[in-house]
């Protein structure tokens, strides 16, 4: 696709309009590509709280990427919004409501990024691809499924590029895990696992919320709910939407097929009061093949617990794989030690290919387990081989730069709104099982975004 250029930009009244800032970039940052140029992609955010500010520091760092306007309902993070981009010599203009500036900027933004509670994102993604925008919009998609539906066809018909925020999907590690070590290294893989732990913690609260005026006219019952929104089902949809959107969508990716059913059960009472929405979640996922053979994931989220934090596995008969996207958490792949399973020189063969590193501690514990007297209960368990592939940036980055790729010369977005839409069918499924207990099970076309109901 064709990105396509404002002539606006190439003005030298625009150009004259940016030079004043410069000078306030940190020493730290002076790799960082400054001021406007004739082919920069402009930008503006709806959303600047917690997840805008993390995509605003990737952002910055992305040569020809100008953001020139940010839209958020609360005053205090349009003047952070405005201050944090000045210091990377950005100017911005700063909006309460999303329409005015999609009105005003029409002319001078080329693409928006959506990083408002869930409940906006169809509203908020929409006008902008209506308006002829291309939109990177945060996950989950939506806490309803129709407005996701409805997000997939308004790209449709506007053609703009819609992007969901499942930014694991241009993580290099995870892209070489998928590409490279689970179809070839690790056998058949019947089990996956992940699991997204953390403690107790208590309602977020700010002395100076919104006034309570602009939280009724943007649709929020008071600041409790407003800040802490994942914990209502109007807004968000609990820790599973929250969290498990991200590691529901790795099953799909690995196996490469949606799920055939799930089946979760969720408790609600970890807080007191009780939450609206499950604290935790424990659920099991069942992926029939293309080939007739059936795999099971099993997830759990908790909110009571940080025990392990959060982190994937997915566990073949050859080796296993666990990775996180801090890769302190997550990092290894690990040789079963059975019989008939890969011999010493079929794992080198993956070191010398450079999927893996070496691991002579591998071979110290091989030598271990043979002094123990081992019955069938217990299977000696190898060390784990590094991945070779490191990733050096902010998590976000990536698919960030992907979906400005695909803006400026037509790459192929990793997450387009269609393959987000699947794992969004998947995650939504959990609550409604768990509030039916009962198994849900999926028919194959619940995955196909529906025409919309006249
Ligand atoms: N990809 C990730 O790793 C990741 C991580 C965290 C959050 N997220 C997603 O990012 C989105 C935002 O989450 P967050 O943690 O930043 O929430 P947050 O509450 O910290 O921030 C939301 C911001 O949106 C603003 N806002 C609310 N309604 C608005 C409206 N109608 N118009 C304009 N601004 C509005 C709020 O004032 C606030 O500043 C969610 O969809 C969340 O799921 C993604």
Same mark, same amino acid.
């Given at each position: 696709? $064709?990105?396509?250029?404002?002539?606006?930009?190439?003005?030298?009244?625009?150009?004259?309009?940016?030079?004043?800032?410069?000078?306030? =970039?940190?020493?730290?940052?002076?790799?960082?590509?400054?001021?406007?140029?004739?082919?920069?992609?402009?930008?503006?955010?709806?959303?600047?709280?917690?997840?805008?500010?993390?995509?605003?520091?990737? =952002?910055?760092?992305?040569?020809?990427?100008?953001?020139?306007?940010?839209?958020?309902?609360?005053?205090?993070?349009?003047?952070?919004?405005?201050?944090?981009?000045?210091?990377?010599?950005?100017?911005?203009?700063?909006?309460?409501?999303?329409?005015?500036?999609?009105?005003?900027?029409?002319?001078?933004?080329?693409?928006?990024?959506?990083?408002?509670?869930?409940?906006? !994102?169809?509203?908020?993604?929409?006008?902008?691809?209506?308006?002829?925008?291309?939109?990177?919009?945060?996950?989950?998609?939506?806490? /309803?499924?129709? =407005?996701?539906?409805?997000?997939?066809?308004?790209?449709? $018909?506007?053609?703009?590029?819609?992007?969901?925020?499942?930014?694991?999907?241009?993580?290099p590690r995870y892209r070489h895990c998928?590409e490279h070590i689970?179809?070839n290294m690790?056998?058949?893989?019947?089990?996956?696992? +992940?699991?997204?732990?953390?403690?107790?913690?208590?309602?977020?609260?700010?002395?100076?919320?919104?006034?309570?005026?602009?939280?009724?006219?943007?649709?929020?019952?008071?600041?409790?709910?407003?800040?802490?929104?994942?914990?209502?089902?109007?807004?968000?949809?609990?820790?599973?939407?929250?969290?498990?959107? !991200? %590691?529901?969508?790795?099953?799909?990716?690995?196996?490469?097929?949606?799920?055939?059913?799930?089946?979760?059960?969720?408790?609600?009472?970890?807080?007191?009061?009780?939450?609206?929405?499950?604290?935790?979640?424990?659920?099991?996922?069942?992926?029939?093949?293309?080939?007739?053979?059936?795999?099971?994931?099993?997830?759990?989220?908790?909110?009571?617990?940080?025990?392990?934090?959060?982190? $994937? %596995?997915?566990?073949?008969?050859?080796?296993?794989l666990?990775i996180?996207?801090?890769s302190?958490?997550?990092n290894t792949v %690990?040789? $079963?030690?059975? %019989?008939?399973?890969?011999?010493?020189?079929?794992w080198q063969k993956f070191i010398d290919k450079g999927w893996i590193l070496p691991n002579?501690?591998?071979?110290?514990?091989?030598?271990?387990?043979?002094?123990? +007297?081992?019955?069938?209960?217990?299977?000696?368990?190898?060390?784990g081989n590094q991945l070779a592939i490191e990733m050096n940036?902010?998590?976000?980055?990536?698919?960030?730069?992907?979906?400005?790729?695909?803006?400026?010369?037509?790459?192929?977005?990793?997450?387009?709104?269609?393959?987000?839409?699947?794992?969004?069918?998947?995650?939504? +499924?959990?609550? &409604?099982?768990?509030?039916?207990?009962?198994?849900?099970?999926?028919?194959?076309?619940?995955? &196909?975004?529906?025409? /919309?109901?006249?």
């Open positions: 696709m $064709e990105f396509d250029r404002r002539t606006f930009v190439k003005g030298a009244a625009a150009t004259a309009a940016f030079l004043p800032s410069f000078s306030i =970039l940190r020493a730290e940052d002076k790799d960082i590509t400054i001021g406007p140029k004739d082919d920069d992609i402009n930008v503006a955010m709806i959303g600047f709280g917690a997840e805008g500010k993390v995509l605003a520091a990737s =952002l910055v760092r992305i040569p020809g990427v100008r953001v020139r306007a940010v839209c958020d309902i609360w005053r205090f993070e349009q003047q952070r919004a405005k201050a944090f981009f000045k210091g990377y010599g950005h100017t911005v203009n700063t909006y309460e409501d999303y329409r005015e500036m999609l009105e005003k900027e029409d002319k001078n933004i080329d693409a928006v990024i959506v990083a408002t509670p869930d409940w906006m !994102h169809c509203e908020h993604t929409c006008a902008c691809l209506r308006a002829g925008k291309h939109v990177y919009c945060e996950k989950e998609m939506s806490n /309803r499924l129709e =407005l996701a539906a409805e997000m997939c066809r308004v790209q449709k $018909e506007t053609g703009k590029l819609l992007q969901i925020g499942h930014q694991r999907r241009s993580n998928f689970v179809p690790l056998g058949r893989v019947t089990t996956a696992y +992940a699991q997204w732990n953390r403690t107790l913690a208590p309602f977020f609260t700010y002395k100076k919320p919104p006034k309570q005026d602009i939280l009724t006219k943007y649709g929020y019952t008071n600041a409790e709910q407003f800040h802490n929104w994942r914990w209502f089902y109007k807004y968000g949809g609990g820790s599973m939407v929250d969290l498990g959107s !991200h %590691q529901i969508d790795l099953f799909i990716w690995a196996w490469g097929v949606p799920p055939s059913s799930v089946t979760a059960i969720g408790g609600k009472d970890a807080f007191d009061p009780p939450r609206e929405a499950y604290d935790r979640m424990y659920c099991i996922y069942e992926f029939k093949m293309p080939d007739g053979t059936k795999n099971e994931a099993i997830y759990q989220v908790i909110s009571s617990n940080a025990r392990g934090g959060f982190y $994937e %596995q997915f566990m073949g008969v050859n080796a296993s666990t996180a996207e801090i302190a958490r997550g %690990q040789r $079963e030690l059975r %019989q008939g399973g890969l011999s010493d020189a079929e002579e501690g591998d071979k110290v514990k091989k030598e271990v387990t043979k002094d123990i +007297a081992v019955d069938t209960r217990i299977s000696a368990q190898a060390n940036k902010p998590a976000h980055m990536p698919h960030l730069e992907n979906f400005f790729a695909a803006c400026r010369h037509g790459a192929a977005l990793n997450c387009p709104a269609e393959l987000a839409y699947e794992s969004a069918v998947a995650v939504l +499924a959990a609550n &409604k099982s768990a509030d039916s207990h009962a198994k849900y099970v999926f028919k194959p076309e619940e995955f &196909k975004v529906p025409p /919309r109901a006249s």
